[in-house]
């Protein structure tokens, strides 16, 4: 699998059927995110397309609560894929949730990390890319459909403990109410916090039948993802994730793969590249991608891929592209 085929992110049509349900229409969706109208047909976009649809939604919608609320409410079950659609089918939330942390491995750019801890289960909400760029609307909706799943499955008026955003959201008294627990939006992660009984609560949905029908195909689907997914994709994809924390290092992409430095290494020298040239790699497509929005300043690209001066991008991206940042965005990006 290459570092392009890893970045292909499934748009379900469900989503487009969600936004008629609300009246807004998925060509002015498409037009807002400066895409052609062909996107609605696709079934993959890649990261930076995704973005840009959730943030045409978002400036659509006007306030980012109100899209959240809304979007969480109105989207229908049936109208899930498969990975999501059987987590409503899980025993109980428990079952849900860590079926729904399980599959959502095969649908990037997001990955749930799931605690339980005395009263208390946290679910963090961790990116490919830094949160600078994705739309706070998206990061609000997916902690949204984790609640969602449970009121839904369970047939509750569940609420959370606490919600944890990074940005501003909107009206934030409007989430207080939809979550039914304080909001705090000037945290260091996203992250919901469920009072741990609940997840004990058995689904009305249960269903053995279609989980012994889905799970099998969806476990095999999931080693195969694995499997074909190179170190080299693995270890891209963790310092995509993780450049603006400042340049990654050896030691630290390799514990977090469960693999000696030597081990790492190895490995990438069997797929005929190194840890430097995949850093480069990183850096230039996380610069192009950054550049392609216009909200973003020269020196603040530099620091979210790593570079403690701006001078220092400049004489890398001149060595990836041939000309400066500043012209690259000129040439390439509409504005």
């Not at 609940?198 to 799970?215: A, K, R």
């Not at 693995?234 to 081990?263: C, D, F, Q, Y």
Request: a negative charge.
């Amino acid at each position: 699998m290459s570092s392009d085929s890893y970045d292909r992110i499934k748009m379900p049509q469900g989503f487009w059927e969600g936004l008629r349900q609300l009246g807004i229409a998925s060509y002015d969706v498409a037009r807002k995110a400066g895409l052609p109208l062909t996107i609605i047909s696709e079934t993959t976009v890649n990261t930076a397309q995704y973005y840009a649809i959730w943030q045409a939604y978002s400036d659509l919608t006007g306030d980012i609560a109100q899209g959240i609320i809304k979007l969480a409410t109105v989207y229908e079950v049936t109208k899930y894929p498969p990975p999501i659609l059987a987590t409503y089918h899980a025993r109980d939330y428990r079952d849900a949730l860590h079926r729904m942390a399980r599959y959502k491995q095969l649908c990037p750019p997001e990955k749930l990390k799931m605690v339980e801890a005395g009263e208390s289960c946290t679910i963090d909400l961790e990116w490919i890319v830094t949160d600078h760029t994705c739309p706070p609307l998206l990061v609000g909706i997916t902690l949204a459909f984790l609640l969602e799943l449970g009121r839904k499955g369970t047939g509750r008026p569940l609420i959370a403990s606490a919600v944890e955003f990074t940005q501003p959201m909107g009206d934030v008294k409007a989430l207080e109410a939809y979550f039914g627990c304080p909001i705090r939006t000037d945290a260091i992660g996203n992250r919901l916090t469920l009072h741990r009984q609940d997840l004990d609560i058995p689904f009305l949905t249960y269903n053995e039948e279609l989980l012994e029908i889905l799970g099998p195909s969806l476990d095999h689907t999931l080693h195969e993802h694995k499997v074909n997914r190179s170190v080299s994709d693995m270890v891209k994809w963790i310092m995509k994730r993780s450049l603006s924390a400042g340049r990654p290092e050896v030691h630290t992409v390799a514990k977090e793969l469960g693999m000696s430095n030597r081990t790492l290494q190895r490995r990438l020298m069997d797929e005929k590249t190194s840890f430097v040239h995949l850093l480069t790699q990183a850096r230039h497509e996380q610069a192009r991608m950054y550049l392609a929005d216009l909200s973003l300043d020269i020196k603040e690209i530099a620091f979210l891929i790593g570079y403690e001066d701006q001078n220092s991008f400049y004489r890398a991206f001149r060595a990836w592209e041939g000309e400066t940042p500043a012209h690259w965005r000129s040439e390439h990006v509409e504005r």
